[in-house]
């Protein structure tokens, strides 16, 4: 099983600022990464595919990085919208996977 | 518009049985495999099962593997999960979710859930 790890659990950010969230997988899951979103009370949001592809809808300031290993989502400046719980979650293998998550609260 | 409504969550005691449904709408629910993920209260995100489009394929974690058992219906697209011999440690959120196509198991839309809880 490719275990997921989130960092940091929790990021205090102020609104404007950008904001950095890492996933590391413990084994390579190419660019099969995605990115969701989850607000309190609400089902996940698919943000991110393949790494680095927005899905449909999601605003420009949400970006993805990385391969393998190491994958990074970049909030480039937060909206109030955007305080929430990110997920990342690897569909390279079976199982899938999900990450801890990481909440991103308002400083 | 793709829509997803789980039903079928309830109070459960340890043991017991219990059948979630899932009604699709809003795409070609047979071109599309579907999973069901879970959340405990106040954690994370848990893959459960996977099914293929047409039934074929079938995946479980190994968490419910044995005990659980997923299918659809795509006359009435309608996607299930048979719980069976449920624990205290199923106790969750319920959510169906759709592949983004057909051979990339993220997921693009999801239900609004639907709560299962074991308990006595």
């Known amino acids: 099983e490719k275990v997921m790890t989130q960092s940091p659990g929790t990021l205090s950010v102020s609104p404007g600022e950008r904001a950095t969230l890492s996933c590391r997988a413990s084994q390579s899951v190419g660019s099969n990464l995605a990115w969701y979103q989850q607000k309190p009370g609400q089902a996940p949001r698919l943000l991110i595919y393949?790494?680095?592809t927005r899905a449909t809808g999601i605003p420009a300031r949400f970006s993805g990085s990385g391969s393998g290993t190491e994958f990074t989502l970049t909030i480039s400046s937060l909206q109030s919208e955007d305080f929430a719980v990110y997920y990342c979650?690897?569909?390279?293998?079976?199982?899938?996977?999900f990450g801890g998550g990481t909440k991103v609260e308002i400083k | 518009e793709v829509q997803l409504l789980e039903s079928g969550g309830a109070l459960v005691q340890p043991g017991g049985s219990l059948r979630l449904s899932c009604a699709a709408s809003g795409f070609t629910f047979s071109d599309y495999a579907m999973s069901w993920v879970r959340q405990a209260p106040g954690q994370g995100l848990e893959w459960v099962s996977s099914?293929?489009?047409?039934?074929?394929?079938?995946y479980y974690s190994d968490s419910v593997k044995g005990r659980f058992t997923i299918s659809r219906d795509n006359y009435r697209n309608t996607l299930y999960l048979q719980m069976n011999s449920l624990r205290a440690e199923d106790t969750a959120i319920y959510y169906c979710?759709?592949?983004?196509?057909?051979?990339?198991?993220?997921?693009?839309?999801w239900g609004q859930g639907t709560l299962v809880t074991v308990s006595s």
């Open positions: 393949g790494a680095f």
């Open positions: 099914i293929s489009g047409s039934s074929d394929g079938l």
């Open positions: 979650q690897q569909y390279n293998n079976w199982p899938l996977t």
């Open positions: 979710a759709k592949w983004r196509n057909i051979v990339a198991s993220d997921f693009d839309y």
